[in-house]
């Protein structure tokens, strides 16, 4: 696609349940990035994808987070039991050969 | 440390130009963006300017980076009501194996009156 796409748009979900949301980065892009934004603290980094190198996880905030991505395109990250700090929206972002990261529309994320 | 700053809130009438302005501390950084957000949207990328330059202009914006001071200004020329939006600075550092990650500014709420 012409632009890096995220699913859901929205997401309402129970504290204590499981959420995926998906990054479809702009094809071609080799890195991808994660990151959320939340009002208590502004954008802040939760992993990079760089082609088939381990990825840099060191941004995320506890062991309930993780984050795959397969064939070195699509990425999903994954909330377990889901806490309502965990409440922010989510955004993709990729980059190609030019060193310019192009995000996505992100995903809002609330546990009730 | 990686800290970006930047002010909270501009008010500015239609037709003037805006500054924004932020600061960052860590001089490792390699490009230094400015993106923008609307309400419920994304981040748009605006421009940005590699680290060893000290202005760059496209179209109505002006980027300026003092890197002495490590200092980095956006000026927008005549200012739009469309240009409302929150404007945030950020710094690439490359750490080890992670090129690009970026460090953002809380953002500057750009409000334009008609």
Redo the contacts between chains.
């Keep these: 696609g012409a632009g890096?796409s995220q699913s859901p748009s929205n997401k309402v979900t129970e504290k204590g349940k499981d959420v995926e949301l998906r990054c479809d980065p702009i094809s071609g892009h080799t890195?991808l990035?994660w990151?959320r934004q939340s009002l208590g603290q502004?954008?802040e980094?939760l992993i990079?994808f760089?082609g088939n190198?381990?990825p840099?996880k060191?941004g995320l905030p506890s062991d309930r987070f993780s984050a795959e991505r397969t064939g070195g395109s699509v990425s999903t990250l994954t909330i377990q039991r889901t806490q309502q700090e965990d409440s922010a929206v989510y955004?993709c972002?990729s980059?190609g050969s030019q060193?310019?990261?192009?995000?996505?529309?992100?995903t809002r994320l609330l546990v009730l | 440390g990686e800290d970006v700053e930047q002010s909270l809130f501009l008010s500015v009438r239609e037709g003037d130009s805006s500054v924004i302005n932020c600061t960052y501390t860590d001089s490792s950084s390699?490009?230094l963006?400015w993106?923008k957000q609307e309400p419920g949207?994304?981040?748009?990328?605006l421009t940005?300017i590699?680290s060893n330059m000290d202005m760059k202009q496209d179209q109505r914006l002006t980027v300026l980076l003092n890197k002495k001071d490590k200092h980095l200004s956006l000026r927008i020329a005549d200012t739009q009501t469309g240009d409302s939006a929150i404007y945030?600075c950020?710094e690439?550092i490359d750490r080890?194996?992670?090129?690009?990650?970026?460090?953002?500014?809380?953002?500057t709420q750009l409000t334009v009156w008609p």
């Design positions: 890096v890195a990035y990151y502004g954008l980094f990079y760089q190198s381990a840099d060191s955004l972002a980059r060193e310019t990261q192009y995000f996505g529309p992100g | 390699t490009y963006y993106y949207a994304g981040l748009q990328l940005y590699f945030f950020a690439s080890g194996s992670t090129l690009g990650r970026l460090y953002f500014g809380r953002g």
